[in-house]
């Protein structure tokens, strides 16, 4: 089955970029996602990629891909107070729209 | 309405009792979808409906739970007899239509305690 992976913590200083990392399994993943919780709230999707691309960039996010090792990230550049929050990747592929998520990563941003 | 809306927001629940959950998808969207989170913060997906009918329902654990969403009315999910194991976060989420090009927008979870 689908395994999505990432570390559980992150600390970044305001101002500094931040790298979230996550690996999968299931080669026949078709879109990435990267969502956000804040706490007590549900899931915000920030951005996805199509398993065709190797970059995308909206504004402070960068979502790189690399295929072959099945490895996605996550960059948030500036990093501020606001992006304190668990960042999780998710997979989804053709014929199971189901999303499978990683184990979420804890960023936490020091002043 | 314009968020997808989960009630109540806390449930607590005595071991062997029932726990029903609902969820309002966004009006003009088709597919419900049912996540539960475990305490360490992972998802697990649970079931998707295509308007009333199930469209996947691989996740559900084959006893005590169920759900629905009939016409004209929140959908519901039912855990029969619950277990602690069953403590955890039940998001909702609902998207236009089933593609990877239709966002999934979760609703703020009912957090589920069984004693």
Same mark, same amino acid.
């Given at each position: 089955g689908e395994d999505v992976e990432q570390s559980l913590f992150l600390s970044v200083r305001e101002g500094d970029s931040s790298v979230i990392n996550c690996t999968y399994t299931d080669s026949s993943s078709t879109y990435l996602y990267w969502y956000k919780q804040e706490p007590g709230a549900g899931l915000q999707l920030l951005t996805y990629i199509f398993s065709n691309m190797d970059m995308k960039q909206d504004q402070r996010l960068t979502v790189l891909?690399?295929?072959k090792d099945k490895h996605l990230s996550l960059r948030i550049a500036d990093t501020q107070t606001g992006d304190s929050a668990i960042y999780f990747c998710a997979e989804a592929n053709f014929g199971n729209e189901k999303l499978t998520f990683g184990t979420g990563t804890r960023l936490t941003?020091?002043? | 309405g314009e968020e997808v809306a989960q009630t109540p927001k806390h449930l607590v629940r005595g071991e062997g009792q029932k726990a029903k959950l609902y969820c @309002?998808?966004? +009006?003009? =969207?088709?597919? *419900?979808?049912? &996540?539960?989170?475990v305490l360490k913060n992972e998802f697990k997906f649970l079931i998707s409906f295509q308007n009333e009918n199930v469209f996947d329902?691989?996740?559900m654990p084959k006893e005590r739970f169920s759900? +629905?969403?009939l016409p004209n009315s929140p959908c519901s999910l039912e855990i029969q007899a619950t277990k602690l194991e069953d403590s955890? *976060? &039940?998001?909702? @989420?609902?998207? =236009?239509?089933a593609g990877l090009f239709d966002e999934q927008f979760f609703g703020p979870g009912t957090r589920l305690t069984v004693l």
């Open positions: 891909l690399n295929k941003i020091i002043p | @309002a998808p966004i +009006k003009g =969207h088709s597919y *419900v979808f049912w &996540y539960q989170q329902e691989t996740g759900a +629905k969403c955890a *976060v &039940y998001f909702c @989420a609902s998207s =236009h239509a």
